[in-house]
């Protein structure tokens, strides 16, 4: 065995069966050729009787067939008399697969198809239980229709089809993969040859139809799943989490770059990786919600001074990563574009709940240092704003959280000297505050933070705050608003790609109206460029604020000014304008 597949069966009998061994595994069937029927996910919480996975394919012998695949794994791996003879073992669900057909009306043929049960585990059958397998197979199966996949076959297919095809094709493929393994649990590790590996895998051709396609995905999904398992044996999924926005995004770009946001299975593949990403952020929020729910939860008791500046720009971060989730939770499983209705509104609620006490109990919140937390902010108000389930409770607290904003603002300004940096120079924040003056590279006489906290107070209807901000900010600072450069290139897919403020301009010196209404009017008559996301229209439209946390994109104005309702005319104006009006009738007079 080659140490290329030493390197495979290290990872594949590490694996559980739950969320694990039968997450990658659907992908290796697709790979074979086989179509999938039902996942365990399909089924979780019911009983599967000994079919965690059904799929159809064509066996060795030419014929098609259904498939009955029972996964063991974890303590069930290595089949001793024990686990073959216990309660849910190895003898119960191939009995089980045997007397319990599945049937599926929907799917022509298939209830027709002879069936073939496969038992796939990523351990051994101990020797002295293989005699007892063997009979039990002999006696209660027609020759045949049982086979046992263990760790030898496991390793063997997934090597050639999988891992063969991408991840360790070369020296300096294998490379980087030994090096994520290595190197996962460091905590400063900057997952740069992961990021290497995953745009090796997306240099493959934009043919739908061949299979290297389908091997793409399915390789994405299994370096993903691969990212995952080792970050939970380290217990620290900030790595795991870390790397699958970049492959996301790295994959949507792909898409995008090569005009395949429309195709079916492009959308189905790119689908799976939401669902691996809500599973990943799934686990890290259940793992530091605890902590954040708690007053300062969001703080380092051990990170000393640092905390001035380390606490907001965790807790700002935090916010932005949780309001994300929040998002992709609300479309969770499918991913087709369309939320749960009926559960939405409850979802939100809880949700809400959750948001407000995190907001409440950590100031760090509601302290930004750079310029690009007005993403945070952004966030939070449009999560609530931007929905029909906001309530006249959700707008007080928005008022509450932007006058706490405000007020953290006018201290930096006050006691520091200082706005948040305009450059996102984040050595230039950190010297500011160790050294207890301004860096020479610290920028704040410009800001689009302080523009879209404006504009927020017209979403929130805050116009006594807006007239305090007024007259603080005036004359301060050069209020400024970002648009997309028109351009031959496509922005959208360099959007997710990177970085794209080469492809930016700001509109400068936005004027500071008298008041909130007239403001709301002089936005209202703004019509710069736009930018319309073919991301939107396809369904995934929360992937733009991954894209702008994780590349330090701007959001586009367009994306809020669409919720500035238009201004309701007071009844003397009605009047006036009825009475000025001549009716059609007497024109013709």
């Known amino acids: 065995m080659g140490t290329e597949n ?4 290290e990872y594949l009998e590490s694996l559980k069966e739950d969320g694990e061994l039968d997450r990658i595994f659907p992908n290796l069937l697709t790979v074979l050729g086989f179509t999938v029927v039902a996942t365990p996910r399909d089924s979780k919480g019911q009983p599967q009787f000994g079919k965690d996975v059904i799929a159809i394919g064509r066996d060795r012998d030419g014929i098609k067939k259904r498939f009955y695949f029972e996964l063991k794994g974890h303590a069930d791996k290595d089949i001793d008399d024990s686990v073959f003879y216990k309660t849910d073992g190895i003898r119960e669900s191939l009995l089980a697969a045997l007397d319990k057909e599945h049937s599926d009306q929907t799917i022509p043929e298939f209830n027709g198809l002879p069936a073939k049960i496969v038992l796939v585990h990523n351990g051994i059958v101990k020797r002295n239980t ?3 397998l063997d009979e039990f197979v002999r006696k209660n199966f027609p020759e045949n229709m049982v086979e046992r996949w263990g760790i030898e076959k496991l390793t063997e297919l997934f090597s050639e089809h999988l891992f063969g095809e991408y991840l360790l094709t070369d020296d300096i493929s294998i490379g980087l993969l030994k090096k994520v393994l290595v190197l996962l649990d460091v905590p400063e590790y900057d997952l740069a040859d992961l990021e290497a590996l995953i745009e090796a895998v997306l240099l493959n051709k934009a043919d739908v139809r061949s299979r290297s396609f389908t091997k793409m995905f399915a390789t994405l999904n299994l370096l993903g799943a691969i990212l995952f398992h080792y970050s939970q044996k380290n217990n620290n999924l900030t790595h795991a989490k870390n790397g699958i926005h970049y492959m996301v995004l790295q994959t949507w770009s792909w898409i995008l ?13 790119f689908r799976k990786l939401l669902q691996l990403q809500h599973q990943i952020l799934n686990a890290y929020f259940l793992k530091t919600l605890p902590a954040a729910l708690l007053i300062d939860g969001l703080a380092s008791e051990t990170g000393g001074a640092f905390e001035t500046v380390g606490y907001p720009l965790r807790a700002m971060d935090y916010i932005a990563e949780l309001i994300y989730f929040y998002h992709l939770r609300r479309y969770f499983p499918k991913f087709d574009g369309t939320a749960p209705l009926p559960k939405l509104a409850r979802l939100e609620r809880l949700q809400k709940a959750q948001l407000f006490q995190i907001l409440r109990n950590n100031d760090g919140c509601a302290r930004p240092l750079l310029d690009r937390h007005s993403l945070s902010v952004l966030m939070v ?5 931007d929905s ?3 309530t006249d409770g959700d707008r007080a607290f928005l008022r509450d959280y932007l006058e706490r904003l405000f007020r953290n603002i006018i201290r930096l300004r006050e006691y520091k000297g200082r706005f948040p940096e305009f450059n996102n120079n984040l050595t230039a924040l950190i010297e500011s505050s160790a050294m207890l003056e301004r860096s020479f590279d610290y ?3 410009a800001s689009f933070l302080l523009t879209i906290f404006l504009e927020m107070l017209i979403l929130a209807d805050a116009p006594t705050l807006y007239t305090t901000a007024r007259g603080y900010l005036s004359g301060k600072v050069d209020l400024q608003t970002a648009y997309p450069i028109p351009s031959k290139d496509d922005i959208e897919y360099r959007y997710f790609q990177g970085n794209i403020n080469e492809l930016v301009y700001p509109a400068t010196s936005i004027p500071l109206e008298e008041d909130l209404t007239a403001f709301a009017q002089y936005v209202r008559s703004l019509h710069e460029q736009e930018l319309p996301f073919k991301t939107d229209i396809v369904g995934f439209p929360f992937l733009k604020f991954l894209a702008a946390f994780c590349h330090h994109n701007d959001i586009f104005p367009d994306q809020w000014r669409r919720l500035i309702p238009s201004p309701i005319p007071s009844p003397a104006a009605t009047a006036q304008t009825e009475s000025t009006e001549v009716p059609a009738s007497d024109t013709s007079s």
């Open 6 to 9: 030493i390197l495979v069966q």
């Open 130 to 132: 293989q005699p007892i």
């Open 257 to 269: 770059r090569h005009t395949l946001e429309t195709k079916g299975p492009v959308l189905r593949e």
């Open 381 to 385: 108000v449009l999560f609530l704003v």
């Open 388 to 390: 029909p389930n906001c």
């Open 443 to 445: 920028q704040d006489d």
